[in-house]
């Protein structure tokens, strides 16, 4: 990994709301790495975050995380607008439905939020920090993109800012500032990373958390590390512990894993011993690569390019472009994982991997079939409305250590479902 110099590198961090504390596990990452960031700019959460990052206190932000209910941030009469307001963007004529009910009250009332700001965030320590703050707002009723930075803000106004960068409105009020109305940044750049170009960082570090993926121009750009969360994060105002605790864990591993201390994509696995797992991995894409050649020799594809190479076309969704043998076993055991319903916010090992499977997947029932599937009923798993995909895949699996391959019949039978073929064909090399 390359060395950071804090003066020359830029942290951002984007909007989300209550997903903010992914945010938190990667900021945490960052510091385990040894990075440190000379500038911090963020929209909305990102904003609130960046202001404790910028006062080098994440002791208070990381337990604030922990303990933070909606109830703390908006009046109690407030939270009856909650359900309406969750997923509002998403549906224009509950947008208009919203505004409508609300629109005296002028959104939640956010008091209890400002309070919050101004007991964990100290403006005159920020001013003698050596980390410098940005943050982007919406100006009302232009829409027109602000960035402030704190130096350029009249002193005593920094919370003011910070809660006019998160007006999320109309489900939060407008924030007045001087003669004008400002609502959330998000509304213009989520994700403010070329605030940070144009600040002159040389290397940028940007955490998306929003439900939209932003400025996706700089995903291979190589002095900007863009990481955006492997799963969903909940609501914008899903303030749950539990689940805090899942998407702070998510923003740790995701941010190892960018950083190379990690392997996976949507899962993370611990640093593996490349050299032991390299033959295995080059096993595995060798039979992918021959049982794609039987699935063409049997006519049970086409030869558009995706569907000469369903399993390659699977794993490459998500791998980068440069990736390994490794990478491409490894996404393999993700889609069986993903499969499986495990739970992504931990770091897998493969021995906790093959606990987890036998622990989530119906092998037993899928062993007892055997008999029907061995008597060519292959076709029997998939003539339900609802295909079970758990138990197709364990029976695949169980066909296949019975069997060493798939029959030519089964695998015309089976050439319509190239997922559960790929996962049949992996758990054979995991479990």
Known sequence: MRTLVPSETALVLGGGGAK????????????????????????????????????????????????????????????AIADDAENIFDHREKLLEFITRYAQKKGMDVTPLMDILRKIIHEDELRRGSVKLGLVTTKFPSLAMVEKRLEDMEPGTLHDWLMASAS???????????????????????????????????????????????????????????????????GLLTLDSALTARNRTLGYNDTMRAFGRVRGVRYTFESVDAQGLFARAQDYVIRLTQLETALAHSNA??????????????????????ADVIDYFLRGCELCAQVAEIEPAQTLTFAALRDELHAHLPLAKAESMLGSLLGG???????????????????????????????????????????????ALTLRDIL
């Open 20 to 79: 903010g504390a992914y945010e938190i596990g990667a900021i945490a990452a960052l510091n385990d790495l040894g990075i440190r960031a000379g500038s911090v700019f963020g929209t909305s959460v990102g904003a609130l975050n960046a202001a404790m990052y910028a006062q080098d206190d994440m002791a208070t932000a990381e337990a604030l995380w922990a303990s933070i209910r909606l109830s703390d941030v908006v009046s109690e009469e407030s939270l």
């Open 168 to 234: 999320c409105f109309p489900i939060f009020p407008m924030r007045q500032i001087g003669g004008d109305r400002y609502i959330d940044g998000g509304f213009c750049d989520n994700t403010p990373v070329e605030m940070a170009v144009r600040s002159g960082a040389r290397e940028i570090i940007a955490i998306d958390i929003g439900k939209h993926r932003s400025h996706t121009q700089y995903d291979r750009r190589p002095n900007i590390t863009y990481i955006r969360a492997s799963h969903p994060l909940g």
């Open 301 to 322: 594809l086409t030869r558009t390019r995706e569907s000469a190479a369903p399993f390659f076309s699977l794993l490459e969704e998500d791998l980068p472009e440069k």
């Open 377 to 423: 009923r292959v076709g029997v798993l998939f003539s339900k409305p609802q295909l079970d995909r758990k138990l197709i895949i364990s029976c695949l699996y169980h066909l296949l250590l019975r069997e060493g391959s798939f029959s030519p019949l089964a695998l015309r039978t089976l050439s319509a479902f190239p997922r559960e073929m790929l996962c």
